[in-house]
């Protein structure tokens, strides 16, 4: 039964591997509700410092689609903020306020002035600050000359959680227009990333392909179309979950079998008896079946909460890949892989009871109770 | 920016009057086999390159205008191969490999590097170079190419874990599979061990002979898992390069690796045949009878 257990149990890890990055990573872009989002051509959101020029003429444009709603233009950046004699740095995003998808306020209030900056909790920690306090920032960094290309002191406003946040990532939120002050000439009327929501009931893709049209410095990405090119960098683990998945099954169904085999050899005299009081050979099939189903079954059950125990383990150790958004789960538990998990651990309940059934059901009657007679 | 630029900055114009000097006169770049295959392109090829895809994209448009100052009409001069490089697997770049100084002309960039990279002489001190470098150094750092390996190698530490973590759960669910199998094969023989504990055999004599069969078992089926094993590695390395575009090995079949999976496999199994067998002799013989 432990046997069965521990095959349940990879097989549902595995069931959740298969579908669970792509069903999170699908979560956490619909969360805020912005449909598209739109990166420098050839690149995906923040994967280079390539920025997008022209926010106003960009924006300008979008608006002339009634299908668009809102549009959330993001800048990124590196600050730097001196603590004691030491500098603490970290990431930024110069964001509108009024329509940013990308951090949620725990505590306090949104960067509503051009002074005004919140953070999340691991760069406040860094800072051994607290919301109210008074920050001097600097962004810009030019290692040839070790200036800065624009200094400004800023009030802790909120504390926020960044969505796409990883973890222990310093990082913080103003607004644009003050980012790209700071950051002086070159970053004025750009931005990192724009995203996009679109009208209830329209098309995405449609307003997707209207866009890279309309604006050829951009490329255009869907929740489809991000969900299909992370599924493509990170096929290996689906693969391997469909391989390990299947070895799983496998093992677990050869397991049913030699266990219902050995049952019925052991009781090859009772079978034998039944069949000769006039018992069908489909009602005796029909009982050992049920018994490797039985079996499967209850491996399957135990095999649920070891299954979710190691999902938990192995889920920490991917999570420390480098720059994984927090919110990203690999094993994402949903019902509807554990029934298929069991769904298929019945199947192949059925299937490993089956031959031992029919051979049990084929044994020839005198011989076998003559045999039983003499043992 | 790096040396390479990406596919997006690319154009080929056959019809627009080159804005630069005559073909005679062009400079080369080398383009990688999957930006060959996916443009359609050989050496010979001219093309135009730029970093600005407004330029591209209006040059490409319906006015045809000729790139602008940014952009460089270039030859392919040759299409090379990627290297076994495990952070480039999965990210679908296209990579160019142009001369320094047309690539800092075309970006804009002006006369700035990325890094640098320094070859040393075989009784070099790196220590001490590094220090001498450092100590003048203005706006940048040297480091050894090992140290910046290590920090840049945290991905493929993630997935080492998950492999080894992976490795360790199956290795514990086959031992238990193990276990279940030989015990349940075992008590299958239960009366044919009875009997010759009945006719004088001692306890010794059949636990040594099941751990003899057992043993035996583990062995074969050593031989066949190395096999089966070595197969698998072939496939998913054949089967992944052919997806990936790469000469990367993902899978690397060693001789430590199959001593450790066959030391194992015998542990395993005499381990499985002795409590197996324990289990049986313990009981009394006539009871193993079922009487």
Redesign the interface.
């Known amino acids: 039964m432990l046997g069965v257990a521990i095959a349940a149990a990879m097989l549902l890890d595995m069931v959740m591997l298969a579908t669970g990055m792509r069903e999170s990573f699908r979560r956490l872009l619909v969360s805020r509700g912005f449909e598209l989002r739109l990166a420098p051509k050839g690149t995906l959101p923040f994967d280079t410092d390539a920025t997008i020029p022209g926010v106003a003429a960009i924006t300008s444009i979008m608006r002339s689609n009634p299908d668009i709603r809102e549009i959330s233009p993001v800048l990124g950046a590196s600050i730097h903020i001196p603590v004691g004699n030491r500098d603490v740095s970290g990431s930024v995003l110069g964001v509108d306020p009024s329509v940013q998808g990308d951090y949620e306020l725990l505590s306090g209030r949104d960067p509503l002035s051009a002074d005004a900056i919140v953070v999340n909790d691991y760069l406040l920690q860094q800072l051994g600050a607290r919301v109210g306090d008074t920050l001097s920032v600097a962004t810009g960094y030019d290692p040839q000359t070790r200036t800065y290309s624009g200094r400004r002191t800023l009030v802790i406003t909120g504390r926020v959680r960044f969505i796409y946040g990883a973890n222990e990532q310093s990082s913080a939120a103003m607004r644009r227009e003050t980012l790209e002050a700071m950051r002086g000439g070159d970053m004025r009327d750009r931005a990192s990333l724009f995203m996009v929501r679109v009208r209830e009931g329209a098309d995405a893709e449609r307003v997707r392909d209207w866009i890279e049209t309309q604006i050829p410095n951009v490329t255009a990405i869907s929740i489809a179309t991000a969900i299909a090119q992370v599924d493509a960098r990170l096929s290996y683990f689906r693969q391997l979950a469909v391989i390990l998945g299947a070895v799983s099954l496998f093992v677990g169904f050869l397991l049913v079998t030699t266990l219902v085999t050995v049952s019925v050899n052991e009781r090859a005299g009772e079978i034998a008896v039944m069949r000769a009081i006039g018992v069908s050979k489909a009602h005796v099939v029909q009982q050992i079946v049920l018994e490797g189903v039985a079996i499967s079954f209850a491996g399957a059950v135990l095999g649920l909460g070891l299954g979710l125990v190691t999902a938990r383990y192995l889920n920490t150790i991917l999570s420390a890949f480098p720059g994984l958004p927090m919110a990203i789960d690999f094993f994402l538990f949903q019902p509807k892989a554990a029934w298929s998990a069991l769904a298929l651990l019945i199947v192949s309940g059925i299937g490993a009871g089956v031959y031992p059934a029919w051979r049990a059901a084929s044994l020839p009657i005198a011989e076998s109770l003559r045999r039983e007679a003499i043992a | 920016m790096l040396v390479f630029v ?4 690319l154009l080929l114009q056959g019809t627009s009057p080159p804005p630069q000097a005559p073909p005679g006169r062009l400079r080369t770049i080398a383009i990688d086999e999957a930006f060959a295959a996916r443009a359609n392109l050989k050496p010979g090829d001219t093309v135009t390159v730029s970093s ?3 330029t591209v ?2 040059a490409r448009g319906a006015g045809g205008r000729a790139p602008g100052p940014d952009a460089e009409r270039v030859i392919i001069g040759a299409i090379v191969r990627r290297g076994a490089d495990p952070s480039e697997v ?3 770049d296209l990579r160019v490999r142009m001369h320094l100084d047309q690539l800092q002309h075309v970006s804009g960039y002006g006369d700035r590097v990325d890094r640098f990279a320094i070859a040393t002489g075989p009784s070099t001190d790196i220590d001490g170079t590094i220090e001498r470098i450092n100590r003048p150094a ?3 750092k040297a480091y050894r190419s090992r140290d910046i390996a290590v920090e840049t190698s ?2 493929f530490q ?1 997935v080492s ?2 492999h080894r ?2 490795g360790v ?2 290795i ?2 086959s031992s ?2 193990l ?3 030989m015990v ?1 094969k075992v ?2 023989r239960r ?1 044919d061990i009875a009997a010759l504990r009945l006719m004088g055999i001692s306890r010794s004599s059949v636990v040594r002979s099941i751990i003899i069969e057992s043993a035996l078992v583990a062995v074969l089926g050593s031989l066949l898992g190395v096999v089966l094993g070595w197969a698998a590695s072939l496939l998913v390395n054949s089967h ?1 390069q052919a ?1 990936y575009s790469t000469p990367l090995e993902f899978s690397i079949v060693t001789t430590p690796v199959v001593a450790f999976a066959v030391s194992l496999s015998l542990l395993l199994g005499i381990g499985a045949g002795l409590l197996a067998s324990l289990r049986l002799v313990r009981t009394p013989p006539l009871e193993l009878f079922g009487r």
């Open positions: 990406l596919a997006s900055s600005r895809a407004d994209a209006s999965a990210r679908g203005f706006g940048f945290r991905t993630v874990r998950f973590a992976i759960i199956t514990v669910a238990v599979f276990l279940c199998i349940l008590e299958e009366r992944y997806v």
